[in-house]
């Protein structure tokens, strides 16, 4: 994780919200070619729910809601971790956490194992941010940063449904920023204050909703296996202990290495019709679905997909970094093995030289493919330096142009994981890559 967290800021990919003025804890900011790897990653999921599907509508709700949605969800009253603090150190710490976390005093062990340490009793702390709407700070006016996607789709479901003309089943999809002020947030990009969630959640007839969770379980997986994570490095987890709304509940855990090992990237649930009934009772608005054929009126169930954009994009880059030999070469590179989906950069074009006329016609390349892939020019330094340069960020395919180039219109192309070199006519450049690169 050390040295991904280096070459992420290196290389531009991540950096520490407010740096320089020495960071905000647990904040991050993705830099030109991370933002480039999340929104792929975004545009994937995008497509796989909501374009590939004629059963699933997309949305994109405010953040800031109703203070009486999140009395409806539970979030009020329930959305709270148990805190202690530490007099001693000052620490804080997950009271049900503590086999997790460490006393910053020496040596290292948990909080409350040393003799000096004076644990507090424990107080739940709810994990909303909490502003004011308008110019008063009063209590009338307090309104919450969303901790999760899925209520601004809970109480558009029949907006959506109306103007959409669905039919139960469907389902509503979102992407978007949600908050939480996590007490013991950390393990770099893995559990952060705020963070991006896709999340999808599919109104079905009560009765039906077993074999749909079925269903949506194994279709996530399928997701995370057409990213090119490793299947050997994916599972499934039950829940141990169900929420009081849930009914059934599975994670998708991505192995992460290190101390980290298996960790929640998904969470698939059956929530019941616990959120339709509820913002029906908070609004006194009727939330149920009218069965013309059957003539019969039902609040439908939820199976949820909910996924953080974050928690992949950094599985993404775990599972893609590797350290290897190169054949006949003494120094070793590093790669970034992301599936060319997801790659920021799809195609670099160099020029061998600055002589011949050859940056000309590398140029000219760069700029007639930029009109179909995110493609990066270089001509500095010795060609070995530009593949690695290349490969550290994942770019697939480079391409050369030498001095035979000039003459007769052909460049080599190099794949990043093979190293294989083919000659090709300049011509066939965007065809060649356009069958290597799904999406
Ligand atoms: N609507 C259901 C829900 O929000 P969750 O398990 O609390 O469920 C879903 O969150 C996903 O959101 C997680 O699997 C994780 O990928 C992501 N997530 C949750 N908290 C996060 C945090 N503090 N930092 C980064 N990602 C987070």
């Known amino acids: 994780m050390d040295k991904l967290v280096s070459l992420c800021k290196r290389r531009g990919f991540i950096f520490q919200s ?11 900011d993705y830099g030109p070619l991370g933002v480039e790897l999340k929104k792929n990653l975004k545009d994937s999921w995008w497509r796989a729910m909501v374009r590939m599907r004629d059963d699933i509508e997309g949305i994109d709700a405010a953040i800031l809601m109703h203070p009486r949605v999140w009395e ?18 000052k620490g804080r710490f997950r009271a049900d956490k503590l086999e997790d976390a460490r006393c910053p005093q020496k040596p290292s062990k948990h909080p409350g194992e040393h003799t000096t340490c004076q644990l507090t009793e424990a107080r739940q702390f709810n994990l909303m941010f909490k502003t004011y709407m308008g110019p008063l700070e009063e209590t009338a006016s307090v309104v ?20 959409t003309r669905q039919k139960v089943p469907f389902g509503i999809a979102q992407i978007g920023k949600a908050f939480r002020n996590e ?35 194994a279709e996530r997986m399928r997701w995370h296996h057409s990213l090119g994570l490793s299947p050997d490095r994916l599972r499934y987890k039950a829940h141990e202990q169900l929420a009081h709304y849930a009914r059934a509940a599975f994670d998708i855990e991505f192995d992460f290495g290190g101390t980290l090992g298996f960790q929640e990237i998904e969470g698939i649930h059956n929530r019941t019709d616990f959120d339709l009934s509820r913002h ?14 059957a003539n019969k009126r039902y609040v439908p169930f939820v199976i949820e997909t909910s996924v953080g954009a974050d928690r992949v994009t950094l599985a993404a880059l775990v599972n893609a970094y590797r350290e290897e030999e190169v054949p006949g070469e003494s120094e070793g590179r590093v790669v970034l093995g992301l ?14 030289t600055k002589k011949e006329g050859m940056p000309e016609m590398a140029h000219r390349i760069a ?7 995110p493609v990066d020019y270089d001509e500095t330094g010795s060609i070995g330096k530009r593949y690695r340069r290349q490969d550290e960020v994942g770019t697939p395919f480079c391409i050369t142009v030498d001095s035979e180039s ?19 006519s300049a011509d066939a450049i965007r065809g060649y890559l356009t069958e290597r690169l799904p999406g």
């Open 18 to 28: 407010s740096e320089i003025y020495g960071g905000t804890g647990s904040v991050w």
């Open 72 to 89: 409806a969800s539970g979030h009020v009253a329930g959305f709270v971790d148990p805190l202690v603090d530490c007099k001693a150190c």
């Open 144 to 163: 919450y940063l969303r901790p999760e996607t899925a209520q601004g789709i809970f109480v558009n479901f029949l907006n959506v449904q109306q103007s």
């Open 183 to 217: 007490i013991t947030p950390g393990n770099f990009t893995f559990r952060t204050r705020e963070f991006e969630q896709m999340e999808m959640q599919f109104f079905v007839e009560p009765g039906t909703d077993e074999g749909h969770f079925e269903y949506w379980k």
């Open 280 to 293: 029906q009772e908070y609004s006194g608005k009727k939330l149920e679905y009218f069965d013309q054929p």
């Open 339 to 352: 599936h060319p989906s997801l790659a920021p950069i799809k195609a670099a074009v160099f020029a061998l």
């Open 367 to 373: 700029g007639e493919l930029r009109n179909h892939f």
């Open 406 to 424: 000039v003459t007769d219109g052909t460049v080599t192309v190099r794949d990043r994981d093979t190293l294989a070199q083919d000659r090709i």
